[in-house]
């Protein structure tokens, strides 16, 4: 197709909607669904259809029947439901607009577009016919309103009804008729396609044009679906383009290598560990060490479970850069977990920290601390240090993205729980060095694969499946109070056995406080506040050491309290979840979670990882008011059942929308894709993958490509915030 055939094309897509729709119908359409261009209303999928079929007699449509009728409306009413708010609005149908002998009612829920229908109105409808008070009818049938000219020859469409998501301001019906309207107006006869002419043949996909037809307009619903086929591999090779050539942009930076020194400080920490490292541990970081001293950029994911020793994997790769001659950084989250890694390292360091302080070994490096809420005399002095190269290794929060932050050589970054930085903040970091700075990204949260093929697909990954020796299992229970209200009781008796035994216990907490005004329909929910107050008031833990924890206290308190925990000073602490990251306590054994309904299968698993991190058995109980049976008790007892942080990450994707999982908040919202779903689509998000990656090795521009760089171009900067996760 000639460049000006499809320059042409591209401008009819892009052309807004008021030339073809009515200006009150096309800001609707910009204001609630966010459609503002012809392209942009055509990719405006269809949810489902409603199969019409052969027309069927409404004086011999028989009950059980699915049936689809056209007739007129010969009676209408609307009154209000007594059971819940809404009205109901019932039709009386028939063939002849003047004769009410043989009709059948139609009636529907709380559809407020129905308020325009009256007697004389001509309606198609689509259901199964059944019997209430011996009268025929369809209850909330697939409908339309039929204008004079959708049969003006006494004919009816009986193609598939597309149903589009709908809105109370823009309705499915209003959706159908403006693309109707698009359509009828006429698209040219070729669009361009961002999927190459090679790729759609080898996997029998329509081409754009067509496809847009026939998913908007099917002849017969099998059209539809291979239409729908068509733009979910679209979807998968997109997605899969962009990390592609995310991933070549990154091996084509130039990085300085940094292969260390056999003599170095690493090998001096190596010599001096207490612990023999896992198997999985020495081989992750054979392969990172091997790509630190390559001089193309290290991207690569480290994932394990709370515990599996990805600390010290960084550790030991951060160690050979600095042997290298260049410093190093390690941005975590929060203050809280920046402050628990300052402590860890240099806990694992001993006298290799403390570069020319009393008593350190002469190989000792610098490590310092920076976070947003040091005094400024102590930030000044390690941003000096930086800028001069004395520190060899900054641990520190969004506070080493300031302007004023600079380094003498930045040689690597190690980024933990990467998933609550975004693009622009790691990449603002990556810029501070002349050359790129070697990436290494850490997670706790386990990934499914379908997940990383989809968000994660331009890093390199590496899993750490074992646990450290002297790791214990923990045992995980379900107390549902609803059926056993006598287990609350016995509950703070086994905090109380724990303590006895010299152990710790986390007691968590959803809120920090009850709400000033509670929701009287709502069960009254656990707060740190009234638990802390209720354990104190039981004479069985009134001498118990017990402390509260939370995101409202001042970051002093929550550093002081967090340190006597860890030191042993309290045995129990009433927190939320700011536990859930930055307490590392082996004598931790009891875990109490109430109102654990409330708290998803990841954050579970994840708070559960702060106990048995010693030798000891360790417990942790789920508490629940909810019946058994309860969908959200069900969950509990899947992460009750199992510690494999894998399955029950594949069961939070399958038992939830992608978007919770890969949406750019993360908190639960609609999903961040259209069509795709990464567990069910997962082998077609794996061919998608295969072809993406292997067309831009060989063409890293996409020059041969110009739709597909023009799309990926054009990506809006949302979905490319998506994609870009890693």
């Not at 029998?204 to 068509?230: F, N, T, W």
């Not at 991933?247 to 560990?273: I, S, Y």
């Not at 622009?424 to 060095?433: F, G, I, T």
């Amino acid at each position: 197709m000639a460049t000006e055939q499809l320059e042409a094309a591209a401008r009819v897509l892009e052309s807004p909607l008021e030339q073809i729709l009515a200006a009150k119908t096309a800001a609707a359409m910009a204001d609630v669904l966010g459609c503002t261009t012809v392209g942009e209303l055509l990719t405006y999928f269809p949810r489902r259809y409603a199969e019409r079929g052969a027309l069927a007699d409404i004086a011999t449509a028989a009950p059980g029947e699915t049936v689809t009728l056209v007739g007129y409306v010969v009676g209408a009413h609307s009154r209000y439901m007594r059971s819940r708010r809404g009205k109901i609005y019932e039709f009386e149908l028939s063939a002849d607009p003047d004769d009410a002998g043989d009709v059948i009612t139609v009636s529907f829920f709380n559809n407020r577009s129905l308020e325009r229908v009256t007697r004389g109105t001509r309606l198609l409808v689509s259901g199964t016919v059944s019997v209430y008070r011996e009268k025929r009818s369809l209850s909330h049938p697939d409908f339309e309103i039929l204008s004079d000219d959708d049969a003006p020859d006494g004919t009816v469409d009986v193609r598939p009804v597309p149903i589009y998501p709908a809105t109370k301001k823009v309705t499915s019906e209003h959706v159908r008729h403006s693309i109707r309207k698009i359509l009828t107006a006429g698209l040219p006869p070729v669009l361009p396609d961002p999927l190459p002419e090679p790729l759609r043949r080898a996997e029998s996909l329509m081409p754009y044009g067509e496809a847009l037809q026939a998913i908007h307009a099917p002849e017969e619903v099998k059209d539809a679906y291979r239409a729908r086929h068509r733009f979910k591999y679209e979807e998968a090779f997109l997605l899969q383009a962009v990390l592609a050539t995310r991933r070549a942009a990154h091996q084509a930076e130039p990085a300085t290598a940094r292969p260390g020194r056999p003599d170095g400080v690493r090998a001096a920490f190596d010599a001096r560990l207490p612990f023999e490292l896992t198997a999985g541990q020495r081989e992750t970081g054979t392969v990172i060490g091997a790509e630190l001293a390559a001089t193309k950029p290290m991207n690569r994911l480290l994932q394990g479970e709370v515990g599996s020793g990805k600390t010290v994997v960084a550790l030991r790769a951060l160690l050979q850069v600095v042997d290298s001659g260049a410093q190093t950084a390690f941005l975590a989250p929060t203050e809280v977990l920046a402050e628990q890694h300052f402590r860890s390292i240099n806990a694992l360091l001993g006298d290799l920290a403390g570069a020319g302080t009393l008593g350190s070994d002469p190989q000792a490096i610098r490590v310092e601390l920076l976070t947003g809420s040091m005094p400024h005399s102590a930030k000044k002095k390690v941003l000096l240090g930086l800028a001069s190269g004395e520190v060899d290794l900054v641990v520190g929060t969004h506070a080493l993205l300031s302007e004023n932050v600079s380094f003498a050589e930045l040689g690597m970054i190690v980024v933990d729980e990467q998933h609550r930085f975004g693009v622009e903040q790691r990449d603002a970091l990556r810029q501070r060095s002349a050359t790129s700075p070697h990436v290494l990204i850490m997670t706790a949260t386990p990934i499914p694969r379908t997940v990383a093929m989809t968000s994660f697909g331009d890093l390199a990954v590496s899993s750490l499946t074992e646990l450290p020796a002297g790791r214990r299992p923990i045992a995980s229970h379900v107390v549902a109070l609803d059926s056993h209200p006598g287990w609350e009781q016995r509950i703070w008796e086994r905090a109380r056995e724990e303590i006895d035994a010299g152990r710790q216990v986390f007691v968590v907490c959803p809120l920090i406080e009850e709400p000033a005004v509670a929701d009287p329909d709502a069960p009254p929910r656990a707060s740190v506040e009234s638990t802390f107050a209720y354990l104190q008031s039981q004479p069985h833990l009134a001498a118990t050491r017990t402390a509260k924890l939370h995101g409202g206290m001042h970051s002093e308190d929550k550093e002081a309290t967090m340190l006597a925990f860890a030191a042993g000073e309290i045995d129990l602490l009433v927190a939320t979840t700011v536990i859930e990251v930055g307490v590392d306590v082996p004598n931790a054994t009891l875990m109490i979670v109430l109102d654990a309904d409330r708290f998803g299968v990841a954050q579970l698993h994840q708070l559960r990882g702060r106990i048995g991190r010693g030798g000891h058995d360790s417990l942790c109980l789920l508490v629940t008011s909810l019946p058994e049976g309860h969908p959200s008790v069900e969950r509990l007892a899947k992460v009750a059942s199992t510690t494999d942080g894998l399955e029950l990450s594949e069961y939070d994707v399958e038992t939830r929308k992608e978007g919770d999982i890969l949406g750019a908040a993360q908190s639960g919202g609609a999903s961040s894709l259209s069509l795709l779903r990464v567990v069910h689509d997962r082998d077609l998000i794996a061919r998608a993958r295969q072809a993406a990656f292997e067309l831009v090795r060989r063409d890293p521009q996409l020059a041969g490509e110009p739709v597909l760089r023009q799309t990926i171009a054009t990506m809006d900067e949302e979905s490319k915030e998506y994609l870009e996760r890693a």
